[in-house]
């Protein structure tokens, strides 16, 4: 007899409101204690992929300031603990190598994956480029460096946006090609429901920036995608791919708005790519749960659940997540009970 495909059709309204709501994962409660982080990668010779050990390794702050410093190991490993949530460089410059000024996002997970490949350069001078990034950096006012780092600190710090507001504002009236403070702002309008005031940062951020900085490209797709506009949403989700390809949130940006787009095979690819860098961030296998669904896949399905309540096992959606899991297994039982062969009779 011919086994029977057990099928799933049903998709919890909540389920897929959860993954596509931004302040779920943004807004953080009231009252609540600090979250620490950590950020790992790897440092490795880009023409022979080799791990280069011993060499140093610095956390920035966008201002500039350090935020911690480690030393890669035998394997090329390097850490850093203790991070809160917010927008980082990591920057390395070693002595016969290009220098490294590599964009992170720590967003309530540790950031892991991260790979350096450090190039030799094609002249002993210094690129056109890091002299381009050097040179803005010195020509930041003083006023506008600290407006900004207090701005960031009440924003990330104090859990206070509408408090960060005036010191972006006053940052951008101290340089008005700042960039950095555009996004900030973006963000603080962000956590306080804004949208119409958050977009129109963000895109002022990526307008000044010449395309060229990962974070706005990244908030915008998911403010796009929370509003349906999904179609305006993929190309910014690629865009922040593109500027950085290590970031495991450019890939799951991508994957919300192919989910929204309805290209589940296309959004399951990004989904498991961004799984590859960041495993550990619940809310994508959630993400992973709804494609699955789609693509009528009951055994991954009950995989994404399980590993969704295992890493968040007090999360808003727990309740719904373990009802679809019960619905899946009683599914596949009754499916696998109508599909086994009838014994003949006597």
Known sequence: MKRRRAVVYFLPILLLISILCWSQGRQPSGGSAVRTFYIRGTVRNNDTSQPIEMLKVELKKLTGEVVSTSFTRTNGEFDFSGVTNGMYYIVIEEKGYEPVREGVEVFNAPRTGVFIFLRRPMELVSSPANKTVSARELSIPRKAHDSLQKGADRLYQKNDAKGSLPLFQRAIAELPSYYEA???????????????????????????????????????????????????????????????????????????????????????????????????????????????????????????????????????????????????????????????????KP
């Open 182 to 344: 555009y996004h900030l702002m973006g963000v603080a309008y962000l956590r306080l429901g804004q949208t119409a005031e958050a977009e129109q940062a963000l895109r002022k951020s990526i307008e000044l920036s010449e395309q060229k900085y990962f974070a706005p490209n990244l908030d915008l797709a998911a403010l796009l995608s929370n509003e349906r506009r999904f179609g305006e949403a993929e190309p910014a989700a690629r865009r922040s791919i593109e500027l950085d390809q290590n970031a495991w949130n450019g890939h799951y940006e991508l994957a919300r708005a192919l989910v929204g787009l309805n290209r589940v095979d296309a959004a399951e690819k990004s989904a498991l790519e961004a799984r590859t860098r960041n495993p550990n961030f619940p809310q994508l296998h959630l993400l992973l749960a709804n494609i699955h669904i789609r693509k009528h896949e009951p055994n991954a399905l009950l995989e994404d659940i399980d590993t969704y309540l295992k890493l968040d096992p007090n999360g808003p959606m727990n309740s719904q997540a373990r009802q679809m899991r019960e619905q899946v297994q009683r599914a596949l039982a009754s499916a696998q009970n109508k599909s086994a062969p009838v014994p003949p």
